[in-house]
Structures are given as C-alpha cells and as structure tokens.
C-alpha cells in the first residue's frame, strides 16, 4: 500500500520517533562527513550524500563489547550483556544499497549459532530505506542485480516526489504497524510524482559466469594482476555493507576489562597468520583473491546469494585505484 | 551436540585449573574443572572438537579438547606459549580461574573405527588431537583391532606427554613407535631416529582394514601423506586436523576459511580426500 508523506510531516514523523524515546538512526553530518548516526532532531538528516561507511553499523558496531570480567581476590566473575543495550531504533534514509546487505548479515549471524547482539537490534529495528536520484561513477548496484529503487531488505521504502515530500510504501508488519501508528501524517498517493530514480552507468554482469569461473580458478596467473595493486589497508572491509569479519579480543587489565568484537578485513596480513609462522595468505593477492571469492563464490555457495550490493564504496575509496565492479566484469568475461 | 543454550554465545564458562602439568619448557597442559556443577555434568564433548580458552584481560585461545570424552569430570588443554593468550594462561597457577568457551567443530567419527586398526602419526605439539583420540580408543580397547602409534619430535625434550607414552610402551595392546629427529637422539634415548615418514615407512602397518590419523606440523603432513599411499592407505581412510586461525568458533567472524570450507564449522577434523579437495590455504 502506497501513501504519500509530505516534507514537513516527515520532519514530524522523525521528531515524534525521537520522543518517544526510539533511537532514530540516520544518515547525518559528523565532521564533514555523512554517517548513519543517531538523531537529535530531525533537521539533522542528510538525504541527498552517500553516506561514508554503510548502514550495517547500526547492527553490528565497529567496535561491540560482549562480555565483561572482574577479578577480586581468586574470584573471577562474568557480566552477561544488558538487553537494555539494544534500543528500539528506526533506521531511516538507508541506501537500497545498504537495505540489501542486511539480509546478507542475516543469514550470517544466524545460521546454526545465533549471534544476538546482531539478531537483537535487527529485531528492535525498523528499516526506512530511500530511493536513490543520484549515482556517481562508482554505484554499481544494477552490475549486481540491485537498483535505485530496490526494495530488500527494508521495512519502508521512501521515494522523493517532485515539488517534495515522498511516496511510501511499507513492505513488511514492522513497515506497516509504522505507518499505521502515524496514520495521520500519511495521505493518498494520489497525484504526486517520484522524482526519475538514478541511472548508474554499468551493465549487469552476469554473475553465473562469474561464479563458474570462479568455481575452478583458484588457481590462476591473472590473480597475480588482478591483486597486485592491493596495499592490504583494508578500507573496503571497513566501508563494506556486507563485509562482516570480526576479532575478538580483550580490553583491560586482569582484574577487570570487557571482551569485544572488533570489525576485521581478510586483506590484512595478520588475519591468517599462525603461530608457527606459517601463513596460509602470506600474499597480498591471495589475501585479495579471497575477498572476491567470498563475495562472489564462497558465500553463493553457503547461502546462495553474493556479498555484494554495488554501493561502491570500496571503489571511492581505494587508496590503490582498485575497481572491484570492473574486475568483476572482466571476470566474467574470461 | 552445539551447546545453543548460552543466549550470548560469547560468554564463556568458568573453570579452575585444577592441575598444571609441563610437557617440554614451552608446551603446559592445564587440567581444568567448570565451576558450575550443572555445566560440569552437561559438558560433553567428542574427540576432535576444540574450545576457545581465555586469559581475561588477554584474550581468547584455540585449542584442541585434549583429554578424552571418557574421562568424566575435568577437560585438558596443551599449548605451546607462543603469545599473548598463551603467555597469560601460563601465568595462571592451580586454583585461578580461566575461562572456555565450547566445544566446537566435527570430531572423529569414532563409531566408524569400531572393529578396524588403528594407525595414529603425531608429530611434536600435535599429539593433543590425537591423544584424545587414543585414549577414548584405549578406553574401548576391546572394540578395535591393533593400535599402532608413531610419535616423533625434534628431541626427546620436544615431546609430549612424556609419561603416557611410557605407559603406552609398556602395554602389550599397542604399539608405539616414537622417534627423534636425527641429531636430537641423547645417550638414554631407546626409540628411533630420524624423521617421521621415514619411520612410519619402516614401521610399515598394514593398510588392510585399518584407519590413519596424521596431525602433525604442515611440512610432516606433507611427507606423510605419500607414504601412507604407498603403504596401501585409501585418502578416506586418513583423517587429519586443520589448525586455520579461529576466533569466533562459531561460523560468524570469517577468519577459519578455506576455500568454501569453515574450519570451524566443518572441520577441524578432515580425511585426506576432502584436505585435497581443498585450495592450498591451509
Ligand atoms: C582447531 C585448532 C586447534 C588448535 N589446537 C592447539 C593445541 O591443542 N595446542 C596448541 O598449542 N595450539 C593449538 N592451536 C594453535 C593455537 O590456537 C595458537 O597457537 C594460539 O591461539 C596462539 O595464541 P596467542 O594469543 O598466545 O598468540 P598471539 O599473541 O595472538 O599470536 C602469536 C602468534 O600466533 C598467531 N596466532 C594467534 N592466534 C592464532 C590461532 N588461533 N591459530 C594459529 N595462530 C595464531 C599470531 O598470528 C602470531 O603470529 C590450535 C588452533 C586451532 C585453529
Ligand atoms: S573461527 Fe570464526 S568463522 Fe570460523
């Protein structure tokens, strides 16, 4: 169902969200650069920039204590975490880009083990995505099978209209009950139209192919070319919607301190290195090789999908120029 | 057999070590007991899976369960200090507290071995996964047929559970064959020398209705594996341990891959045929 929501009864549905104690996650100014970042009143939302990092943050932090320890005497104990720490949050202005990977996380933080610091807030969050109108040259949503306009993995999906304000259409119980309780500041779409949705300038490739060759060249010379640019900063994981590998690790002294998840990147060369010595990944390529088999190959194999949405960010901000829309076309065409 | 029960499957329980035994200089075996009476009767565990193991304040460990699952009311882990974990746990004196997440991963299909010979080939501080094995084995003797067991190290300082294979030397239902590297021989040494493959090939088991277990340093596994083929041994009749890095244990932080294969998930143990199915990234 389709309703129309007007600029200024947006600001008001925002402001009311925020009152009533919800925690309101949106794309925001920090320093002069957009995060999604929690509101404190709704004239602070940034709609028209991409922002930075992307919105998986808001389930999986960078940086998430998971335990904490004390140590009197001989006796040590362990705090379990508060569930008071997962507020209620709506997650608004979310990229389709974004809104897509967060199915991808899903199925990661749940299958077999269930990791509820993710499975928590994604519970306690409702996702208010936002149609792109414009792409720069790095977007490459439609490459993977994604689009301006794409509706996954969001509860709510904004469309800005011509002379303002949007068209929304809830897509799930958590969209809809939303919608339904702000049922006032909602009217019929009727008459008002969406601004021409953005266009971004890549074909689709064909993932089948990709995946194929994938398949039986892990073994291969042109890794060596395809990789070789890599500095192992591990930007891209870091700016990745879908990029989700942690470390564990402790904070403190022995006699109290917390244990965290910290994000992680497979790029770096610490990330495979055992004790020994020995280093499966010893080499950048091969660090990097696994990067693109994992999005394209490992995690199609587990959960039949690709860990990619085309948001581009990596490519923004490669120190070394890396393309990973175009080495996956190129892939795709060997 | 996954404890799902923990809502966060971070927590760790808690454990006293009970007992502090050294193996070499740099290798500690920590006898542990869960605090916890309930998880102390709860805890159960197959030969093969691991734990992660943690120094608070420095962090988590992985390694091998390396007692056996038919010895009730404490678990064993031996490590080699390497680190920062390793280094704090070491610190730990009886009666501290640490803490053990787990168990983890696959383990030997054990019901499988029931009625075959038994082949186990360890190399210096890879005996763990396999002593666990052995033992769970030795405690249902009558069910399989001969155990052979070969055990190599640098030196006869390098080796593990010095006492146990003492007593596996003494029993007459096994026979172990233990080796030091060429040079690594002292005066009193009453076993082999020379490296591992060598002596498994001139001890010479037979292939016929028997099963292998090769855990050992990356350069021995290598080694290893040709002569076991030439001994006769099919690659679904070996059966390894993969030691990728870990951190979660859970599937989740992406660090135990390879290829496609989780480590933790799918292994840590493997035969032969699936290791060579495998990428070379382990
Ligand atoms: C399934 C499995 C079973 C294992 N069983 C045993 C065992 O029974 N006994 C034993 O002594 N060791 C075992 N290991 C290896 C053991 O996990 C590492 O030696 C240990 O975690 C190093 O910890 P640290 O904090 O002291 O070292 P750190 O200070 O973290 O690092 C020291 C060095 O070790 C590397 N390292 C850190 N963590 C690991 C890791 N998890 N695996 C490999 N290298 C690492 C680092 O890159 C660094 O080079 C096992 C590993 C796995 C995956
Ligand atoms: S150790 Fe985390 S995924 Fe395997």
Same mark, same amino acid.
């Given at each position: 169902?389709?309703k129309y ?20 996650v949106?794309?925001k #100014?920090n ?5 999604y970042? *929690? #509101?404190?009143?709704p004239a602070e ?5 991409? *922002?930075?990092r992307?919105?998986?943050?808001a ?14 005497g001989?006796?040590?104990t362990?705090t379990d975490i508060?569930?008071?720490?997962? *507020? ?28 509820e ?9 409702t996702v208010?995505?936002m ?8 977007c ?11 509706p ?5 999906l904004?469309?800005q209209?011509?002379g ?5 259409r809830?897509?799930?119980? @958590? ?8 049922a ?10 969406s ?5 971004p ?16 060249n ?9 990789a070789?640019?890599?500095v192992?900063?591990?930007a891209c994981a870091?700016?990745c ?5 942690f470390?564990?690790v402790?904070e403190?002294?022995?006699k109290s301190?917390?244990?965290r998840?910290?994000w ?9 290195h ?7 990944r010893?080499?950048q ?11 394209? @190959?490992?995690y ?5 999908q ?7 960010r990596?490519?923004r ?16 065409k060997? | ?11 760790p329980y808690?454990?006293? !070590? ?12 920590l ?6 009476e ?5 805890f159960?565990?197959?030969?093969g ?19 056996s699952?038919?010895r ?11 680190g920062?974990?390793?280094e704090?746990l ?8 640490m803490g053990?997440r787990?168990p983890?991963?696959n ?11 038994l082949?186990?080939?360890? +190399? ?7 002593r666990?094995?052995i ?6 003797r009558?069910?399989?047929g001969?155990i052979?067991i070969?055990y ?19 029993r007459?239902d096994?026979?172990?064959v ?5 040079g690594?021989n002292?005066?009193?040494?009453? +076993? ?6 060598t ?8 292939a ?8 050992g340093?990356p350069?021995?596994i290598?080694?290893?594996?040709p ?14 341990t993969?030691?990728n890095?870990m951190k ?11 290829g496609? !294969?989780?480590?933790c998930?799918? +292994?840590p143990?493997?035969?032969?045929e699936q290791?060579k199915?495998?990428p070379m990234?382990?």
């Amino acid at each position: 169902m389709q309703k129309y929501l007007s600029q200024e009864n947006f600001s008001t549905l925002l402001e009311k969200l925020i009152a009533s104690g919800k925690r309101v996650v949106a794309p925001k #100014l920090n320093a002069g650069t957009v995060l999604y970042e *929690p #509101l404190k009143n709704p004239a602070e939302i940034v709609i028209d920039r991409m *922002p930075r990092r992307s919105g998986k943050e808001a389930f999986f932090p960078i940086c998430e204590e998971i335990i904490s320890y004390g140590k009197e005497g001989q006796k040590v104990t362990v705090t379990d975490i508060d569930p008071a720490r997962f *507020p209620e949050t709506v997650l608004v202005g979310v990229r389709p880009c974004d809104a897509a990977a967060i199915p991808m996380l899903d199925a990661v933080f749940s299958w077999d083990y269930r990791d509820e610091f993710f499975l928590e807030r994604r519970k306690k969050t409702t996702v208010v995505g936002m149609a792109c109108t414009e792409a720069d040259d790095a977007c490459f949503c439609t490459a993977v099978g994604l689009s301006p306009g794409d509706p996954k993995g969001g509860d709510i999906l904004l469309t800005q209209v011509e002379g303002g304000g949007y068209l929304c259409r809830a897509q799930s119980e @958590k969209g809809e009950a939303l919608v339904a309780a702000h049922a006032a500041l909602f009217s019929e779409p009727d008459g008002h139209k969406s601004l021409p949705l953005a266009e971004p300038q890549t074909e689709k490739i064909d993932l089948q192919k990709v995946k194929k060759w994938l398949d039986t060249n892990f073994e291969h010379p042109d890794w060596d070319s395809i990789a070789t640019r890599c500095v192992g900063c591990g930007a891209c994981a870091f700016v990745c919607p879908a990029c989700h590998c942690f470390d564990i690790v402790d904070e403190g002294t022995e006699k109290s301190g917390t244990r965290r998840k910290n994000w992680d990147a497979c790029g770096f060369w610490k990330f495979t290195h055992h004790a020994s010595g020995h280093n499966p990944r010893d080499l950048q390529p091969k660090r990097y090789r696994n990067r693109i088999m994992h999005k394209f @190959k490992y995690y199609d194999d587990k959960f039949g999908q690709r860990l990619c949405t085309g948001c581009g960010r990596c490519i923004r901000l490669c120190p070394a120029g890396i393309d990973i829309a175009a080495i996956v076309e190129d892939i795709s065409k060997k | 057999m996954c404890d799902h029960t923990n809502k966060n499957i971070y927590l760790p329980y808690l454990a006293t !070590v009970e007992e502090i035994i050294d193996e070499t200089p740099d290798v500690r075996t920590l006898r542990l007991v869960f605090q916890d009476e309930k998880v102390r009767d709860s805890f159960n565990f197959r030969a093969g899976q691991f734990c992660e193991y943690s120094a608070f304040g420095a962090g988590e460990s992985t390694f091998c369960i390396a007692s056996s699952p038919t010895r009730k009311g404490y678990i064993e882990c031996c490590f080699r200090s390497v680190g920062r974990v390793t280094e704090a746990l070491r610190r730990l004196e009886a009666g501290e507290t640490m803490g053990v997440r787990g168990p983890y991963g696959n383990s030997f299909p054990i019901e499988d071995f029931f009625g075959k010979n038994l082949v186990f080939v360890a +190399g210096g501080i890879a005996l763990p996964p396999l002593r666990t094995l052995i033992w769970n084995c030795l405690d249902l003797r009558d069910k399989f047929g001969e155990i052979t067991i070969v055990y190599g190290a640098r030196t006869e300082a390098d080796m593990v559970y010095k006492r146990e294979l003492k007593e596996w030397q003494e029993r007459n239902d096994v026979r172990l064959v233990k080796t030091v590297d060429p040079g690594g021989n002292g005066s009193e040494w009453d +076993g082999k020398v020379g490296f591992v493959p060598t002596v498994l090939e001139e001890t010479a088991p037979l292939a016929d209705n028997t099963i292998a277990f090769v855990c050992g340093p990356p350069i021995m596994i290598k080694f290893t594996l040709p002569v076991l083929e030439k001994l006769g041994f099919s690659d679904g009749k070996v059966y390894t341990t993969l030691e990728n890095r870990m951190k979660c244990g859970l599937g989740k932080c992406g660090r135990c891959n390879v290829g496609n !294969v989780y480590v933790c998930k799918d +292994g840590p143990v493997f035969t032969a045929e699936q290791v060579k199915r495998m990428p070379m990234e382990f």
